[in-house]
């Protein structure tokens, strides 16, 4: 008995993840539908958890697994200070880490000269990484325009 109740509590977990989220990375939700293709590796949690965020956001997420997404960072021009895990393409735009959805919609709505949006890292507590009890970290969406300026986009603390 005791071993059945792990388990459904193991895939419990694994399945309200979601659930589980913080209700902030609902804030701004629009009807907007955009295609992404998102680039991960297969054994990378948290970005399940930042596509499951995407879909949340009526993203259409084209998810490719691949065993190296350094490849698809380089193609992309993510400066390798604004690492994360996973790396996406949205409309001409590139999204690295755990960028918010609401952050990547107000960049597509917006007639601007910014071709990156970047979280460095992985802080706890982003959508993505934001699962029950997590801490939550303050962070900064960074933008990058095509004359490689870097500026803050957003920030987040107190969350």
């Known amino acids: 008995m005791?071993?059945?109740?792990?388990?459904?509590?193991?895939?419990?977990?694994?399945?309200?993840?979601?659930?589980?989220?913080?209700?902030?990375?609902l804030e701004g939700k629009t009807d907007k539908q955009y295609e992404i293709t998102v680039y991960r590796s297969a054994s990378?949690?948290?970005?399940?958890?930042w596509i499951s965020h995407l879909k949340d956001h009526n993203f259409s997420v084209k998810d490719v697994v691949v065993n190296d997404v350094n490849p698809h960072k380089q193609r992309l021009g993510v400066p390798s200070k604004a690492a994360s895990c996973h790396t996406a393409e949205v409309n001409g735009k590139v999204i690295e880490g755990?960028?918010?959805?609401?952050?990547?919609?107000?960049?597509?709505?917006?007639?601007?000269?910014?071709?990156?949006l970047a979280v460095p890292g992985?802080?706890?507590?982003?959508?993505?990484?934001?699962?029950?009890?997590?801490?939550k970290d303050s962070f900064t969406v960074y933008?990058?325009?095509?004359?490689?300026?870097?500026?803050?986009?957003?920030?987040y603390s107190d969350y």
């Open 44 to 49: 990378c949690g948290c970005c399940k958890g």
């Open 122 to 135: 992985m802080p706890s507590g982003g959508p993505g990484m934001d699962t029950a009890g997590a801490r």
């Open 2 to 25: 005791k071993k059945i109740v792990l388990i459904l509590v193991g895939l419990l977990g694994l399945t309200l993840n979601s659930y589980a989220a913080d209700p902030v990375w």
């Open 143 to 155: 933008s990058m325009d095509s004359d490689n300026r870097v500026e803050s986009f957003n920030q």
């Open 98 to 116: 755990h960028v918010p959805a609401q952050d990547i919609k107000r960049l597509l709505a917006a007639d601007s000269d910014i071709q990156l």
